[in-house]
Every structure is written in structure tokens, then in C-alpha cells.
């Protein structure tokens, strides 16, 4: 690529030398790509050539006006790294196009203009350093919102400057060697509006055929191929890339070579000298193929074959690197014409940036330890002040008339000051709708007391004891009731818990509260009638049980309902003491409702010091906007307000809502001297103060904001107080203050004086504070975080600063720590919960030397803060808003402040994002939930989720995990609104969250993995391996079946060497005996063969070959049947003819497409000469169908074999030796490779024999095969064994079952079948489809119990859970738990392992998976971590000898080792089936000498590892029995960061994460781990498992997925024999034909 512009012939000599000797490097591997095309550029350098032409116009004069432009800063904008290339232009051009947003409609609540342009700094920062994101591919039908028809198409005309950005990029970059993006390869004014929407993969139809095959390579080890020059390009490219390079282009592209290259001749471009300065797009960044991501690991065997569309296989003899389809060939750095690709690619030029934070990375191989902690940054700020002194608070003063309890002043002013009003509830509209005065107050409160205590049961019995706890449920928007409740029960002397109204049985934390009413023993609720109306009931009326609840007793306490109590009545008063006065409910960070009691005396003494702190009159008003049941509401607006006759009116949540003005307009009306409120409040008010002229709050001494103590709760009072200071607000009065439910409250700011200066601000380091650091921050404005006090603390409390981890040991002066206080007015335990209390309520703070400093308790209040000048207090969070990750301390809440001043806002809702922590390998993860507006594009989301990315990174210097956004109104609600974190975080871990847009960021903040395993040369030869464990005790690795020995039928073996023989014999001998017994659906025997019928069939089929086919002596004939007694007797009539049978899969007539080349490239590699078929498979063969997909004149001659000739052959023929090719047995590997094996008579005689002495066959006996008979010793089962045996075989075709499931086993059931052969995909179907319905089989008499041995046959590691789970679902149908077993056999070998009749029963092992990546066997108890249970393969056969053998010294290993399986018997595999038949990769894999030990034995070598393990079980001659254990194949092996893992476990996991995961498979790319999973619930499923299947694989495999694929079910190709074909499974998925639902790419 780098020569283009380049004449190459007038290149100088030594140039052109040096050009040689580079592609000489490049071909013999001692240069990656990546290097080559580096040196190569920086040698063609010098010699572009330059065609002067007109610049072209200054990319950024239309440039977007809006928040990018804060700044002011074109030259930060200029290098803006362009969004994904298949959004980037539509995003542009609606943002330069979009009007900029009134400030009205500005949502100000969190913003402050510090933190807006914080954020905007940040992200033009980040703008100079990124790489573009690659937004995730979604299915059309599972967007939530797309507004297609506000998107227009790209118009190259009124690109943005950004645009231009990224086209120049590319053409610099397309200039000098980088891969262009896909979508630039047409410029866009070329694109349709078509393609621009789905951008399908162009020209994605290439060869199917793999017509250059050459033999097959030693376990993926592909010979050097020279790399095609650079300026060959392949003819295919060329018409789609033409445009590029033809003249109308060039004065778009050439200026920037020219620039660059020659800055003397003319000015250099500013924006392109910038880009190639900051975007660091210079010659080396993407001159190369892909980077490797996660290690400078070895390639994965097997894992760059084919990268194909179409899915035929690749031929095994035929050169990996040549078999590439030229379609993808993206490691070469030839673009990829793929959307997938072209995403992916972007993925890993993000992953380039270094990681932060910069950890050191470690590994331990001792396997004990996975992760350590980083060690310390020698330069992280530690505190450095002194220990800091207890804080105190002014005493508390005495006043004369202060009651000796609250109830007690209730009775006063009822008696005194009846008329005075208590109480104004507002309705709906914000009018005033009920005023209850103190007199009504208190008589009501006092007939509920009597109700209460003596009319609740029969005459005489007493319901309610002083004492117990009765839950008050009453709504937001009655608070007279409530008030009525709450003193009725003060006055009898039990305990009031206020909780919220449930609404429906699945309300959120609605078991949490149940739990708070048992750890309360609440057995009676009062509620209002209106209230009890509205709660959910059964069908019969009676309120629901709701989730977790006690059984209550509900009362309603409306007048009417009460008893007026005699005149002789009097409620009892006692002077306040310790008991329990009320509970207050508290939601833990974990989610636990706990109920904090209050005291008698802390409640009185809390009015008293609320009282003088806030220095209420008698007589006020107040204007209470917060929640009346709990925390400042409770203790301002319905008890200290009481304590001082002050008239409280109540603004409930709805009319808020309604009207967000109301409170102000009430202060107004009511001329209020106090009002209550939350930051939202003054947020709505200054939202809508535009509606109202004429309000004054000149009135207001004193605006508690509520959540003052937190951090952007400056940015809404200073907002506020500038709107409304023209309306009469005094900035004094504004007096944030700091609450807990523990400690109640803990600060407030006095109001001021008025003319005082206000207090000052703290503005600290961000980064210091992640430390629990106090740092001013005088540099880096934008990770500053600005603070207000909270003022002094509470009169008569005594408070300290404690580590908020491990002991109360107090912090110094500039540490933040946790805020305890000694005082009266306190909580005093969490109610039945004694254990926990000590933990919050009984602290006493210890010295640096660990030694208490008193002897007084103090209550930990859950606040982060510090103590300021002045004794000022100040809070920078909550303990339970507190992310601990890599050992730095976040605050949710500051998280949630950064993302909302990412603009623009209009994707997510102000007020709806949840951030919070979850942990996965070994670290918290932070996690950011939003609720999306359903008017937001797809586009929209994208890019807002990826600018608060990178503006939490750059300002709080942490990496998110997960940001997901959730359509509007999804995520569970606290009662008043608000977003329950807790639930939230459990719909997101159990995957219930249901998001539309999710972005998973694992590789930017998991920084704690393992170092990459570097693969250390062996220093120790084989030789010293073995004797090292010759020394140690150890037994060389090696098992061996029994003997083969000239067994019983002796005569049958003399006289009939060859199958054809025998079936001879067999005719002649014993005609009539019946060979086998074709089953169709029904369970009918629609055919069957005896030995003179198949014999006579044979015959016939020989002439036919002879006659009409004109075969000559050991031509391949291809047998293409359905399964049945039809390809058997063509087997043996090609026998009889002297040709060699290949047996093919018919093509599926549904699907001829995919299965039809298959066919065909069989065909084709085994060189057939005809094709022997039934007259319906003919039809298919030379069909309409059939010619769509390939040439159908080019068939061999087609046999039918439906209609034979009458008359025998001559003679039949009869082979000059044993050692000549019976038949070829060609098989696809789950890898995608074909591979045929020569299978000789004598190796198909010894592998009968074999199976008949390890089964026990013999003529009498039956034997059911439900297996596909086209390959390995499925084949061997049901063509060739009842011939060489004479045992009666059952064909039950597997297909069948599909249209009758219990087919196969209602077969053993009916024929009393001791010994069947069946697959995994056999089983599987049984276990899911008919694994519920025992009873009805049992009840139809079906009866397993006759069965002694059912057989899978497979080539892979035995699938435990399947193999399990069947025997102990059909344990109730007689099935034997013994019974069921595996064979093992393999290309090389098609039977190595069958568990047989006799001997031990198959062995498991526990092995631990860590020690099995580093290829070790480690073997563990049962249930350890990360054990993997493995199952013995089945007893060796007769005549085979195993040995384990190390694949890269060849040296045999010792016992318990993992190595290579190799074989060593007389019925291995001759060899590969190749064309040209180059023998010397052949002889790799089939006659193979071991390196050292026993250097003349020949072994054949599986591919497989696994290893042998000496068992204490004994077999039949007596001795100890050595159990052969596979672990997987070698090729499917996946290498990531020097590890090997086999695909099965990571999978096993993933299809653990989610009830919704029917199925999924792992293959890589470009060393990026791709998960696929199959999705078998509703599609709004699909986004909750990107983030369970990342955890899964990084908490039990520790790796990091690159991408993870949802698709519907049955995407994932599996092969007849169960088995997933993940080659084809990549190559669909590269060239885009999986469909999947969505697609998300892990940054």
C-alpha cells in the first residue's frame, strides 16, 4: 500500500535491495506485518510524488455551534476523533444544524457552571488523545425509539469540520499504508439512502471452492507463505476501490500528502499538522495489521483459518494460509468489507491508548494467588496534620418552660391555644384544603389513645400494650391524619413506625420493609379509610399479603371510627425517659430496611436543640415541602414545630409535581419565617419562577436545604438565590445543614446576620479526595470539587472524624473521614436488631496508638466529611454512596454531578441515573444506570454515553464498567420519586434491568489481571523430563487395552481377511439370519436385510458400477443416501466392485444453500469417479435449487440406485493385500477443517475385532444404533460391525426423532436392547424434550432396565452434566446409573476409548481449571474453586496403546501430566486423503517416534490433550486399571495471554450467566475473545446479557471479552454429531450473516 505514488522503477538500487531483503523477512516470519510495513514506508518516503493542486477550502468553517465551542478553542475541535464511520456523518450534520437550546429549558439543578466547563475541557481533551468508539449493532426490530426520519443521509457537501477530520484522516492514513474504514471507501456522496441505513456487506459472495490444496499442515503450524506484493492488489478490490484513486478525488486528498512531505514548498495545513501531531495517526499508528490486544501472545492454533463467508469447509490438505478466503484477509492489513469487522477493528485501535490508571502488572503462577493488590504509588498524597480534637457543640440552654415531654406541650396548647392553627394540608391544585388546629389535634389524638388501648378487641381484653409497634401507613398527601396517629400513639404509650404505601405486590424494597415490620414485631397498621380503599386486595376483597410482610391487622382512624372517651379518661404522661419513642425506617447501601429507635428523651432533647439552633418562635409559620413521616420533615415539621405552637403547612410530593411553584407561593401567602426543602425543590421552582411576578420571600428567615451536605448542592443554591434574590431573598437565610437517620441531625448553618460576609467555599483536589485526602485545588481547575459547610454542629453534641474502615481511630485534620457524634438527641438502636447496633451506635474513637480516648459512646452518622476553619463542618458524601475501587474512594453522587454536565442532556432524564458498585474480580466496578427519553436516537445515546465516559475518566480519573440507559419510567422508584439504587443494582445483577442501549468498558477499568504468561523456552530436554520423573517415583503416562490375541472364531479371520468376504460367508452359511432392522417414526420396521439379501443387493450394485459407471479398479465412488439398509448394501457393492466408498451427508433439501457445497467440495477433494444415489436425491442433484448455488453439469456420472440390473457381476473382486484402501471417511471438525482418512482392510478387520471382543458381540444378540452413519465409528457401527459379528443391528436414524422423541428409547423399552449406541445431540434431545414427562412414559410402560450399557459416541471431552442429568431423569424408567458411558475416538483413529461390558465402571476426577490453562493437570477435591469435573473416556480398546506425549519436545510425560494423546494400534487411520499426496506432513501425524525413550514404536498423534491416571479400581485380569481422561481437541484451543483455553468452559459459564442463554460459543479474533449466545427469551432480554456474560468470563476465566454477539436460537451450527462449529459460527459473523439482535463491542 505504501507504494502507491511511488514509481518503483526509478527507485535507486540499494533501495530496491533493501525492499528485497525486507519481503524475504517478511515471508520467513522474522518481521510482523506490522514492522514490515513500518520500514517499508520510511524507505518509500523520500520518493512520493507530489501533483501540485489547489487546496482545498478550510475544513472547519462550518463549524457546530453549541456546548463543544465553550471553550472557544477551534484547535480542540479541529482533531476531534470522528465517531464510529457508520454514524458519524448523520450525528454531524443534525448537530451543526440543531438551534442551540434556551436557556429556560436548562435543567440547573446539579449544574454549576464550574462543573459544566470542567466536563467540556475535559472532553476536549479527550477529543485530542481518542479513538473513536464503535457503536454497537442493533437489529432494527429491538430499537426502542428510532427515528429514522430525523437522520438525514450524509451529504458531503455540508459536512461538519469533524467529518472533514476524518476523511482527511483516512486519506493520510490511506496514503501511507493504513486500512481505510469501510464506509469511506465510496465517498459519501455516493452512498444511497439504503446503504447508509443498513450498510449491508458488499460483493460478500466469493469462491466457495478451496481449489489449491496442497497437503494438510502439522497441527496448524502453516508453512511461511510469501506475502503477495504489496501492489498486486486482488482483483476483486479493485472496481470497489477504484474511486479513491481516479483524478475527480484528487484535489480532496492530495493537498495533505503534499503538506506533510514537503512543509517548504508551500504552508502547512494547520488542522492535518495537528491531527498528525495529537491524533498520533503518523506512519507507524495503522500501518499494520490489527495490534494484539491483550498480549503479545502466540497465535491460537486452528485459530486463522478460514475466514469465508459461505461455510463450506476448509480441506484438511490444503495450506491454512492459502485456503483464506481473499474476502477478509484482515491480518494482512488489506480493509475488511465487513460492518463487523470494520467495528471491530475500531474497537482495537481504541484498546491501543494505554490503560489507566496505571497499575503494575503481576502474575503469581503458583496459582494459590490470582490477583495481588498494585502496589502503592509512592506518590499518592497521605495526610499529613495533626490528630484531630472532638468538636463541641454551644450547650444546650435551659429554659423554664420547656415540657418534661412532647406530648405534654400537645396538651398545653390544645388546652391553651385551642384555636391556634397546627396544621394546613394543601389538595392537588396547591389550594389550601383542611387547617387543623391544636385544639382538634389534640382531642383526636387523645380519642385515638383510647381506641387504641381499650376498644381494639372484645370488652375487657386489651389488643395494644404500651409498647408495642404499630406501622402508620398513611399517604404523602394527608398529613393531618398522620399527625393525628403519631401523637394518638405517643399519648397510649406505643410505638409508631411510619412507612410508605404499598401500592402493588412487586413495589420496590416492599420485602425489605416486610422485613423491618418482623424485626419490629408490627402486627397492627393504621391507616385512613381513603387510604385503605386504595390498597391492592385479593379477588375476595381482603387486602393482598404483600411480599415478605407479617400477617397485620389494619385500623382505619378516620373521626368516625374513634370512641370518645369518658370524662374520668385521662392519657398518661410520663416525663421523657429512655424507652422507645418512635422508629424511624432507614434502606441501607445493601439494601436492608433497619428501623433506628428514638428515645423519649433524644426526641424531646432533639426538638429542644433544633429549637435553639434554628431559633424558632412561638407562633411561626413554616412550610414544610419534605416527607412528613421521616428524617427532617419528621423532626422540623411535625415535632419541634409542636414543641413550639408553630402553624406547619404541608406541600405533598403531587402537588409539586403539579405545581412546582406551590411552596413558594405558600411562603408568600402565609408570609412563612421557615421553609424546608430539598435541592429538587428550589431546582422546580426556578424552572417555572417564570410563571409568578409578584412573590416575595422577604419574609424567610431561614431555607433549610435539606441535602445541603451534598456536593452539588452549591450549584442549586447559588442558582436559586440568583433568581429569586430580586423577589426579597436574603443570601443569609440559605442554611444547608447535615442529617443521618442514626444520628439525626448532625449540623446546620445558623442563619446568618444580615450584611455578613457568607462563609467561604472549599474547593478541593478530586484526586485528593478519591485518597480521603483534604487538598485545595489551585491547579487543575476541572478536577475540583467545590463544597459548602453545613455549619456548626447541633447544641449539647460533642462530634469527631473517624477512618470510616476498620477501628474508630480518629482521622487527622486534613483527612476525610466518617462524622460521629456523642449526643441526647440521638438514635439509639436499630430496633431487634442488637448485633449491628453495637457496630453504629456504641463507637468509641480510638488514638493513633489504638487506645480509646474516652470512655462516652458515639453514633456513627454514614457521612464522609471533615472539619474546616471556624469549626465549620463539611460533607463530601455518604458512606452508603461511597465506591471503593483500586483502593481510591468515589462518591456516587460526584459521578452523577460529572455525567450530568456532559451536554447535551436531552438523551437522559436530570433526575433519573443511578450509579453504584458491583464486584467482579476482586475489585468493585462502577456501574451508571440512566433512564433514556424516548425521543433520544440511537445515535444520540451513543454519543452521550461515550462523552461521560471519557469526562468520569478524565476528571475522577476511574474507568466506568457498565453505563447502560433503560427506557423512561423502567427502573424502580423510592416512593417520593427518587431512583432505588438498591434494586436497580439487582435487576442489573440478575439481568432483569432490560436496558436499550448498554456500553460495557471492561478493558479500560480492569486493570488487576494477571500478567500475560510468557511461554519460557524449555531449557530441559525430554530426556531429563522422564527421568526426572523416573526419580520421583512417577510412571511413565502410558495405557494399553488387552490383548487382541487370535480369538474364538478363528477360521472366520484365516479364511475371510476382508469385509466383503465375510458377508460372503455369511450368505452362504446362515442366509436367513437378519442382519438388520430399519425403524422409521412410528417405530415400524420398514426394512430390514438378512444376510442373502444384503449379499444379493451388493452383487447387484457391483454390476451396476461396472456396467453403467464404467469403474475402474480403485476409483472413489461417493455413496449419497438418507439413513438405511440402501447404504449399506452400497457400501458392500462397491467392495464387491473393487472401488472405494467415501459416505457423504445427503444436502438438506430445505436448506441446498448451506449444505449442497459441502457435498460438492467432498466430491470434488475425494476425486470421485460416480455417485451412487436414490432417484429422489437425484432430482435434488440436478435441480433448479441446486443450480442456484453451484454448476450442476459438472457432476460425476449419478448411479440411482433405485433401479438396478437383474444379473450379477462376473466375478466379485478380491484385494492383492490387506493393507489396500477399504474406504475413505471424510469428517468436518468443529474447526471448520474437511478431512478425509484412507481406512485399510486389515485397519477395518482389527477395529471389528476390537469392538466385538470389548462389546461382546455374537450372532444372538441385539444392538440399537440411533448415531449418523456417514463418518468415524458411527459409520464403523452401522455399515460395518454386524457383517464382521453377526449380532442383529436396530437403525433407528436420528432424524426421526425429530418427528417422535421417545422413539429410541421406546425402541430399548420394546426390543429388550441391552447395548445401544447413540450422540450427544441424541441425548440432548431425550434430556430437554421428553425429560419432564417420565411419569406418562412409565404409565405407557416404557422400561429401561433391560439396558446394560447406552454408548455415546463422540470425539470430545465427555459432557458430564449431559450424560448425568439423562441418567437421572430416566432413573425412573428402570435406566441403570451405571449404564451410560462415552467412546472417545478421533480422526487419526476413529475408536481409541468404549467403556464395553466388563470391567471397572468409568472414573471421574476433579482437576483445577487454572493449573489446566497453563497445560498442567492439578487435580482437586470435589466442589474446590474453579474445579472442573472430568469423566473417563471409556475403557481403551483391545489392541490400542495410549501413551502422553509433550507436543512440542515429543518426549513422553508423566502420569497425571497434560499432553498430546498419541495412538499406537493396528486399526489407526493410513493417512490423510490428499490430492497430491505429499507424504511427509502425513507421516507427522500418522507414523510419529517418540524423541526419546521408545524410539522405534510409530504412533499416530489424535490432536487431542488429555492424560492417563493410574485408578486404585482393578480391571478384569487384576490389575490396577489406567483411565484415559480427554480434555479437548488441540486445534480448538484458544491462546489468549499465553494461556490455553478450551472454548467448552468458557462457554459452560457463559450459558450459566442468564436464564435466557439457550446456547452460546467462544472463538477469537484478531485476539479479541467473541462470545455468541443464543437468546431463547423475549428480545428486550437481549442487552441484560452483555454485562452478565463479561462478569461471568472475567470473574471464573479471568479474561476480558471483546465482544459479545445476541442471536436467535439456532444460529450457532452444530454437526450431526452434536458438536459446534465455531469456525463457520466466525466466518458468518465476519462477513455479517448472522442477523444478530444486537452486537456490543467492550471498550
Not at 304 to 332: F, H, I, K, L, Y
Not at 795 to 806: F, N
Not at 1008 to 1019: A, E, S, T, Y
Not at 1524 to 1538: A, K, N, P, W
Amino acid at each position: 500500500m505504501a507504494d502507491r505514488g511511488v514509481d518503483m522503477l526509478a527507485l535507486p538500487k540499494e533501495v530496491k535491495d533493501q525492499l528485497a531483503e525486507l519481503d524475504l523477512e517478511l515471508s520467513e516470519g522474522d518481521i510482523t506485518q506490522k514492522g514490515y510495513e513500518k520500514k517499508r514506508t520510511k524507505l518509500l518516503l523520500p520518493f512520493f510524488i507530489h501533483t501540485p493542486v489547489e487546496a482545498p477550502p478550510p475544513a472547519y468553517d462550518a463549524q457546530a455551534p453549541g456546548p463543544s465551542n465553550a471553550s472557544g478553542s477551534t484547535h480542540a475541535n479541529a482533531h476531534t476523533q470522528a465517531p464510529p464511520p457508520s454514524s458519524s456523518s448523520r450525528y454531524r450534520d443534525r448537530r451543526s444544524r440543531r438551534p442551540h437550546r434556551s436557556g429556560g429549558t436548562r435543567d440547573d439543578r446539579y449544574r454549576s457552571d464550574i462543573h459544566t466547563e470542567a466536563v467540556q475541557a475535559a472532553l476536549a481533551k479527550h477529543k485530542e488523545e481518542k479513538m473513536a468508539l464503535p457503536m454497537p449493532t442493533k437489529r432494527r426490530s429491538t430499537y426502542v425509539q428510532s427515528p429514522i426520519n430525523n437522520c438525514t443521509p450524509p451529504d458531503s457537501s455540508s459536512s461538519s469540520e469533524d467529518e472533514g477530520a476524518l476523511l482527511r484522516q483516512s486519506s493520510v492514513g490511506a496514503g501511507l499504508g493504513a486500512p481505510a474504514p469501510s464506509s469511506l471507501l465510496q465517498p459519501p456522496s455516493l452512498q444511497s439512502p439504503d446503504s447508509w441505513i443498513n450498510r449491508s456487506v458488499q460483493g460478500s459472495s466469493t469462491s466457495s471452492s478451496a481449489s489449491s490444496a496442497s497437503s494438510t499442515l502439522s497441527h496448524g503450524e502453516s508453512k511461511p507463505q510469501p506475502q503477495p506484493s504489496q501492489t498486486q492488489a486482488q482483483p476483486q478490490y479493485k472496481p470497489q476501490y477504484q474511486p479513491q484513486y481516479q483524478p475527480q478525488y484528487q484535489p480532496q486528498y492530495q493537498p495533505q500528502y503534499q503538506s506533510q512531505l514537503q512543509p517548504q514548498s508551500q504552508p502547512q495545513h494547520p488542522a492535518i499538522a495537528d491531527m498528525l501531531a495529537q491524533a498520533r495517526i503518523g506512519l507507524s499508528e495503522n500501518s499494520g495489521p490489527p495490534p494484539d490486544v491483550l498480549a503479545a501472545a502466540p497465535q491460537a492454533r486452528g485459530s486463522s483459518q478460514v475466514d469465508r463467508p459461505n461455510n463450506p469447509p476448509v480441506v484438511r490438505g490444503m495450506s491454512r494460509g492459502q485456503s483464506r478466503s481473499s474476502m477478509m484477509e484482515t491480518a494482512d492489513g488489506v480493509p475488511v468489507n465487513s460492518r463487523v469487522s470494520t467495528k471491530i477493528q475500531q474497537l482495537l485501535n481504541t484498546l491501543k491508548r494505554p490503560k489507566r490508571p496505571p497499575l503494575s502488572e503481576f502474575f503469581v503462577d503458583d496459582q494459590e494467588e490470582i490477583v495481588e493488590v498494585p502496589q502503592p504509588d509512592p506518590n499518592t498524597p497521605r495526610p499529613e496534620g495533626r490528630q484531630i480534637i472532638p468538636v463541641k457543640g454551644e450547650p444546650l440552654g435551659v429554659v423554664s418552660n420547656w415540657p418534661p415531654a412532647l406530648q405534654a406541650a400537645l396538651a398545653r396548647w390544645g388546652a391553651t391555644q385551642g384555636k391556634s392553627p397546627a396544621l394546613t394540608a394543601l389538595d392537588i391544585t396547591g389550594k389550601s384544603l383542611y387547617t387543623l388546629t391544636y385544639g382538634k389535634l389534640w382531642s383526636r389524638s387523645v380519642k385515638l389513645a383510647y381506641t387504641l388501648l381499650n376498644k381494639l378487641g372484645p370488652k375487657n381484653e386489651q389488643v395494644l400494650k404500651p409498647g408495642d409497634r404499630v406501622a402508620l401507613v398513611y399517604p404523602n398527601s394527608d398529613p393531618g391524619m398522620f399527625w393525628v396517629a403519631f401523637y394518638g400513639c405517643l399519648l397510649a404509650e406505643v410505638i409508631p413506625v411510619p412507612i410508605e404505601v404499598p401500592l402493588s405486590r412487586k413495589d420496590a424494597g416492599s420485602s425489605q420493609v416486610g422485613f423491618l415490620l418482623g424485626s419490629c414485631g408490627v402486627t397492627l397498621a393504621l391507616t385512613s379509610e381513603i387510604c385503605l380503599k386504595g390498597l391492592p386486595k385479593t379477588p375476595t376483597g381482603e387486602i393482598l399479603q404483600f411480599k415478605g410482610w407479617p400477617q397485620l391487622k389494619w385500623v382505619v382512624t378516620d373521626s368516625k371510627y374513634l370512641t370518645k372517651p369518658g370524662k374520668d379518661w385521662q392519657p398518661h404522661i410520663p416525663t421523657a425517659n429512655t424507652d422507645p419513642a418512635y422508629i424511624e425506617y432507614k434502606a441501607s447501601k445493601e439494601g436492608t430496611v433497619m428501623g433506628v429507635a428514638v428515645s423519649k428523651v433524644a426526641m424531646l432533647t432533639h426538638c429542644q436543640a433544633l429549637t435553639q439552633a434554628c431559633n424558632y418562635c412561638e407562633g411561626e409559620t413554616l412550610v414544610n415541602v419534605l416527607d412528613f413521616k421521616k428524617d427532617m420533615g419528621l423532626w422540623h415539621g411535625v415535632l419541634t414545630s409542636v414543641m413550639n405552637r408553630i402553624h406547619t403547612i404541608s406541600v405533598p410530593y403531587a402537588v409539586m409535581k403539579a405545581c412546582p411553584l406551590s411552596w413558594v407561593q405558600r411562603v408568600h401567602i402565609h408570609k412563612a419565617r421557615v421553609a424546608l426543602v430539598k435541592c429538587r425543590d428550589l431546582h422546580w421552582a426556578m424552572m417555572a419562577h417564570r410563571e409568578q411576578r409578584d412573590t416575595s420571600l422577604a419574609s424567610l428567615r431561614m431555607l433549610i436545604v435539606a441535602d445541603g451536605a451534598n456536593p452539588w448542592s452549591v450549584s442549586s443554591c447559588d442558582a436559586f438565590l440568583n433568581v429569586f434574590q430580586i423577589h426579597g431573598l436574603k443570601p443569609e437565610v440559605i442554611c444547608p445543614c447535615a442529617t443521618s437517620p442514626e444520628a439525626m441531625t448532625v449540623a446546620i448553618r445558623r442563619p446568618g446576620v444580615p450584611g455578613t460576609p457568607l462563609p467561604a467555599r472549599a474547593i478541593l483536589s478530586m484526586g485528593g479526595l478519591s485518597h480521603g485526602v483534604i487538598r485545595v485545588n489551585t491547579e487543575d481547575k476541572n478536577s475540583a470539587l467545590t463544597v459548602q459547610d453545613v455549619g456548626h454542629v447541633m447544641p449539647g453534641a460533642l462530634m469527631c472524624i473517624v477512618k470510616p474502615e476498620g477501628p474508630p481511630q480518629l482521622c487527622k485534620t486534613d483527612e476525610i473521614g466518617e462524622i460521629v457524634v456523642n449526643s441526647r438527641a440521638g438514635g439509639n438502636m436499630y430496633y431487634g436488631l442488637p448485633g449491628v447496633t453495637k457496630n453504629t451506635f456504641e463507637v468509641i474513637p480510638v488514638n493513633a496508638l489504638g487506645a480509646p480516648i474516652g470512655e462516652i459512646p458515639f453514633v456513627r452518622s454514614g457521612l464522609l466529611g471533615f472539619v474546616g476553619p471556624g469549626s465549620l463542618i463539611f460533607v463530601v458524601g455518604k458512606n452508603e454512596g461511597l465506591l471503593m475501587v483500586s483502593g481510591r474512594r468515589h462518591n456516587a453522587d460526584d459521578l452523577v454531578a460529572t455525567a450530568l454536565a456532559v451536554e447535551p442532556v436531552k438523551t437522559v432524564y436530570r433526575g433519573r441515573i443511578a450509579v453504584f458498585s458491583v464486584t467482579v474480580f476482586y475489585d468493585e466496578r462502577i456501574v451508571v444506570v440512566a433512564e433514556q427519553r424516548p425521543d433520544a436516537s440511537e445515535e444520540d445515546s451513543f454519543q452521550w454515553m461515550s462523552r461521560v465516559l471519557q469526562a468520569i475518566d478524565s476528571i475522577h480519573q476511574v474507568g466506568l464498567y457498565c453505563l447502560a440507559l433503560v427506557p423512561a419510567n423502567t427502573l424502580p422508584k423510592t416512593h417520593l420519586g427518587g431512583i432505588h439504587i438498591f434494586e436497580t443494582k439487582q435487576h442489573f445483577l440478575d439481568g432483569n434491568l432490560h436496558p436499550c442501549n448498554i456500553l460495557m468498558c471492561p478493558h479500560t477499568c480492569v486493570t488487576n489481571l494477571p500478567k500475560p504468561r510468557q511461554k519460557q523456552p524449555v531449557g530441559v530436554g525430554p530426556a531429563s523430563i522422564m527421568v526426572g520423573n523416573l526419580v520421583a517415583g512417577k510412571r511413565i503416562a502410558q495405557a494399553a487395552g488387552r490383548d487382541l490375541g487370535m480369538i474364538e472364531d478363528q477360521d472366520l479371520i484365516r479364511k475371510h481377511q476382508f469385509l466383503s468376504e465375510a458377508l460372503q460367508w455369511r450368505a452362504q452359511t446362515d442366509p436367513d439370519h437378519c442382519l438388520y432392522v430399519l425403524l422409521n417414526a412410528k417405530g415400524v420396521a420398514v426394512s430390514t436385510a438378512t444376510c442373502v439379501q444384503l449379499h444379493k443387493r451388493a452383487e447387484k450394485i457391483a454390476a451396476a458400477l461396472t456396467e453403467k459407471g464404467s469403474i475402474n479398479t480403485g476409483d472413489n465412488v461417493v455413496l449419497l443416501y438418507p439413513p438405511g439398509i440402501d447404504l449399506i448394501a452400497s457400501f458392500y457393492g462397491c467392495l464387491y466392485a473393487g472401488c472405494v466408498p467415501v459416505t457423504v451427508r445427503p444436502p438438506h433439501p430445505q436448506n441446498l444453500a448451506a449444505t449442497l457445497p459441502t457435498v460438492r467440495m467432498i466430491i470434488d477433494v475425494s476425486k470421485a469417479a460416480c455417485i451412487l444415489t436414490t432417484q429422489n436425491l437425484m432430482r435434488i442433484l440436478r435441480s433448479k435449487e441446486a443450480a442456484a448455488t453451484l454448476n450442476i453439469k459438472t457432476w460425476p456420472t449419478i448411479i440411482d440406485t433405485d433401479d438396478l440390473p437383474r444379473h450379477r457381476p462376473p466375478t466379485i473382486y478380491k484385494p492383492p493385500t490387506a493393507e489396500m484402501i477399504a474406504y475413505l471417511d471424510f469428517s468436518v471438525s468443529t474447526t471448520g477443517m474437511l478431512t478425509g482418512v484412507k481406512i485399510s482392510h486389515s485397519a477395518v478387520s482389527a477395529l471389528c475385532r476390537s469392538i466385538k471382543l470389548q462389546c461382546e458381540l455374537y450372532s444372538s444378540r441385539q444392538i440399537a444404533i440411533c448415531l449418523d452413519p456417514y463418518c468415524g465409528l458411527g459409520f464403523v457401527l452401522w455399515c460395518l460391525a454386524s457383517v464382521y459379528s453377526g449380532h442383529q443391528s436396530i437403525l433407528i436414524p436420528p432424524m426421526e426423532l425429530e418427528s417422535c422423541l421417545p422413539l429410541w428409547l421406546s425402541t430399548l423399552s420394546q426390543y429388550r436392547i441391552r447395548d445401544t449406541f447413540c450422540s450427544y445431540s441424541v441425548m440432548e434431545l431425550c434430556t430437554k424434550g421428553i425429560g419432564t414427562q417420565t411419569e406418562i412414559l412409565k404409565a405407557r410402560g416404557l422400561n429401561l432396565s433391560c439396558v446394560r450399557s447406552c454408548v455415546v459416541i463422540a470425539e470430545e471431552r465427555p459432557r458430564l452434566a449431559l450424560t448425568m442429568s439423562f441418567s437421572k431423569l430416566f432413573k425412573d424408567l428402570g435406566l441403570s446409573p451405571r449404564a451410560v458411558s462415552t467412546a472417545f475416538g478421533s480422526r487419526v483413529n476413529l475408536a481409541i476409548c468404549m467403556q464395553g461390558t466388563t470391567g471397572p465402571d468409568p472414573s471421574t476426577v476433579y482437576v483445577d481449571m487454572k493449573s489446566l490453562r497453563h497445560d498442567r493437570v492439578r487435580l482437586v477435591e470435589r466442589g474446590a474453586p474453579q474445579s472442573l469435573p472430568l469423566m473417563e473416556s471409556g475403557k481403551i480398546l483391545p489392541g490400542v496403546r495410549v501413551i502422553i506425549v509433550n507436543p512440542e519436545t515429543r518426549g513422553p510425560l508423566g502420569d497425571s501430566h497434560l499432553g498430546e494423546i498419541w495412538i499406537n494400534s493396528p486399526h489407526s487411520a493410513s493417512g490423510y486423503y490428499t490430492i497430491y499426496g505429499e507424504e511427509s506432513l502425513q507421516a507427522d501425524h500418522f507414523n510419529t517416534k517418540l524423541s526419546f525413550g521408545d524410539p522405534t514404536t510409530l504412533w499416530a498423534r489424535t490432536g487431542y490433550l488429555g492424560f492417563v491416571k493410574r485408578t486404585e479400581l482393578l480391571d478384569a485380569a487384576g490389575h490396577r486399571h489406567d483411565a484415559l481422561f480427554v480434555v479437548g481437541s488441540l486445534d480448538e484451543t484458544l491462546e489468549l495471554r499465553g494461556l490455553r483455553y478450551h472454548p467448552i468452559d468458557i462457554e459452560t459459564s457463559v450459558s450459566r450467566a442468564h436464564r435466557s442463554i439457550a446456547e452460546s460459543a467462544v472463538f477469537t479474533w484478531t485476539n479479541l475473545l467473541v462470545v455468541v449466545a443464543e437468546l431463547c427469551g423475549s428480545e428486550q432480554d437481549a442487552l441484560d446479557l452483555v454485562p452478565l456474560v463479561t462478569n461471568v468470563v472475567l470473574e471464573e476465566h479471568h479474561l476480558i471479552v471483546g465482544v459479545v454477539v445476541i442471536v436467535d436460537p439456532g444460529v450457532i451450527p452444530i454437526n450431526s454429531r452434536g458438536e459446534k462449529q465455531r469456525m463457520h459460527l466466525r466466518d458468518s459473523f465476519l462477513a455479517d450473516q448472522l442477523d444478530p439482535i444486537y452486537v456490543a463491542y467492550n471498550m
